[in-house]
Every structure is written in C-alpha cells, then in structure tokens.
C-alpha cells in the first residue's frame, strides 16, 4: 500500500470494510491485483472497493460516511470496483456498467439534494365535480436539481426507496403539506375544511415510528386528523401485508382518512379489501386513458357496497369529464383541472376555485352538503 501514497490512513468502518484515506491513489494500484506476504506464504486477497474522492465532502463527515457505505455496498453487491458521485469514473475502468454507474451517480446526488434542500413540494388539486370547488391537494415531491433542472419523481423515487432515504423525505414531504394545508385553511373559508393527499411508500409503512411521527406532525401544525389522506399503493401491502394491514389500523384509529391509490393494476385480493381500513379508492389513470368506462363502472359499484369513496384520476379533457359525471364519479384529478403546481401556483388556483361559491348543481336546502364526494 506504501505505493499509493506515503501519506495513508486506514480504519475499520465495521466489522467487514476496512477504510484507507490518502492524498491520491492511483488508478494503477486500484485496478491491480491485492496481494501481500503473510509470515512465510503468499496469500491472494480479493477486495471489492468503494471510492470516496474527498474534493467535495470530508470522508470523515456524516455525509462522506454515507457516501462511503453506498459504493461499499455497490462494490460488495456487483463484486468490482464502484465509487460514490464524487469519484472519478475513469477509477472504474472498463468493467462498471453504464447503467450501474448512473443509478450510483443518482443515488449518491440524491444524498446531496438531501442535504442542500434541493426537494420541493408541488400541488395537484382533486376536485369536486358537483360544486367545482377543490376538496383537496395532492402532495407530490419534486427535485430541482442544480445542473439538470426538474428530475422525473419516476426516477428518483424508486432509488430513494431502496437507498431508506424515503423515510425522511417522506416524513418532511408531510409536514411541509400540513403546514401549507393550515395557510391554506386560514386563508379560504369552505363549508368543509380543504383537506391534503400524501403518500406513503411501502418502506415508510413498514417504519415502527411511522404512527408517532404522523401524529406529531398533525400536532405541530394543528391540521385535523381527518383532514389528512394518506395514500398507499396496492404493491405497498405485498411483502408483508399482514404487518401493513396492522399499520393501517393504527393510522386509521388517529383519524385520518386512508386512500387506496391506483387501484385496479395492483395485487390486492378484492376479498381482503374491507380488511385494510381504507375509505376511498382511487383509480388508476389507465383506466381513463384507455377509455375502459365499464371497469370504472364496475369499481363505482364495488365501492358503493362496501361504503367508500372514490375519486378518478387522469381526467385530462372536458369529454373525459363529462363521462365520470355521467357514470356518477364526482371526485376528479388530472391535468384537464391543473397539472402539478409550486405552493404558490395551487394557492391561485385555489383562488379561482375557491375564492367564491360556484355550486351549479347545488341543491335547494339550507343543510345541504355535497356528502358523496366532499
């Protein structure tokens, strides 16, 4: 090792990896065979090594020590070299796939945007078809990355997942919408409270903590219980839906309301529905785009005998609008209403929704309310 540099430091991160530090390290000595004399015999090692260059982040740093586990981890799992966003990928020789490359290159960048506050919520309006009014918000995280501008939450989201960096992204994704949800409340007087969709993600339910969490969150920001949706995902109840099913019934008994998302493409048995304490269903937008008016139909009247809601998504013309009204779906979302907005483009939306009554449909009778679907 003398060879790489005379100025080397090594530590045990763990039981298993074994850390070196050094002003420079040559790709030579990286790409070469490891072996060393032990007492009299010559014994071949094989390593899989994770490279941290420490230009931008100490490795000494909570931050260089996660970087660090993450090429670890990569290099044990693809058995050859691997390194953190921060190393030169001309370390990686010839023998690290492309895509292998990029998704630690994302994974690491993820960590960063984490820890520059590079995530932002966005908005989208669920609304209601009777009064024209919005019900609720849909919180969805976006990454403005610095270099390539917007990145597609269907890129990122899944790595985040894997990488256990959803479980503080998604805990300050709720919080952030409970907190605009009360401006939001304070600001607009509706005859029901305007309310917030967030969704969970298999490894947040999964989370012991997850329960206290929501619940202090709804405490800090004084929003009602029932003023809160969580959304989850039929593939979120597959590894172990027993555990998730209990998790449910926990979230359910602090008062908020439990959506089903994408309901119709998932695993779910139809016969266990009423065993996860969900009280709305939301239907996948494939359902709308591929014109299969009678599925929804069928969904309409599933729902209505076992007493849940249903909202449609993916309406994104005014004829796709007219037949959810037709067939009796009055919760709608989908870009014919608004595509995803920043906090301040939903808070004129909501404006121009909200601002003032506009209840066409609206029935005579002072105690009326839209209960079917508000």
């Not at 007492?39 to 000494?60: D, F, M, N, W």
């Not at 691997?82 to 990686?92: G, I, K, P, R």
């Not at 945007?113 to 009064?131: D, L, S």
Request: charged share 20%.
């Amino acid at each position: 090792m003398s060879s790489a540099n005379s100025h080397l430091t090594s530590s045990l991160l763990d039981s298993d990896p074994l850390s070196l530090a050094t002003d420079a390290m040559s790709c030579e000595l990286v790409n070469a065979a490891v072996s060393h004399q032990l007492r009299t015999s010559l014994t071949s090692i094989q390593a899989s090594l994770g490279l941290l260059q420490s230009g931008k982040v100490h490795p000494e740093s909570d931050r260089g020590q996660r970087l660090l586990d993450i090429a670890v981890n990569n290099a044990q799992r693809l058995m050859r070299f691997t390194t953190a966003l921060e190393a030169d990928a001309s370390l990686l020789g010839s023998g690290m796939p492309a895509a292998n490359l990029a998704r630690l290159r994302l994974e690491s960048e993820l960590d960063a945007a984490w820890e520059y506050q590079e995530f932002e919520v966005f908005y989208q309006p669920i609304v209601c078809t009777r009064t024209n009014r919005i019900v609720s918000f849909e919180a969805l995280v976006r990454w403005q990355h610095p270099q390539r501008g917007l990145i597609s939450p269907a890129l990122f989201i899944p790595v985040a997942e894997e990488s256990g960096l959803i479980v503080p992204l998604g805990e300050w994704v709720l919080e952030q919408a409970c907190r605009q949800l009360r401006l939001w409340q304070e600001q607009f007087s509706t005859p029901e409270p305007l309310a917030v969709n967030v969704n969970l993600s298999p490894r947040q339910l999964s989370h012991p903590d997850l329960v206290e969490r929501v619940q202090q969150i709804l405490q800090r920001t004084g929003i009602a219980p029932k003023c809160l949706h969580l959304e989850i995902t039929e593939s979120a109840l597959i590894s172990d839906s027993e555990a998730a099913i209990a998790m449910l019934h926990q979230l359910k008994a602090l008062g908020v309301q439990l959506y089903l998302d994408d309901f119709g493409t998932g695993y779910s048995s139809l016969s266990r529905l009423h065993e996860l304490s969900v009280d709305v269903l939301k239907i996948d937008r494939a359902f709308i785009a591929q014109q299969q008016w009678s599925l929804v139909c069928g969904i309409l009247y599933l729902a209505a005998g076992l007493g849940l809601g249903v909202v449609v998504e993916g309406i994104e013309t005014p004829e796709e609008l007219e037949r959810a009204r037709n067939i009796g779906c009055y919760r709608c979302q989908g870009y014919h209403f608004a595509r995803p907005l920043g906090a301040a483009g939903a808070t004129g939306l909501l404006r121009r929704y909200n601002g003032q009554a506009c209840q066409p449909n609206r029935p005579q009778g002072e105690d009326w309310q839209c209960k079917s679907c508000c």
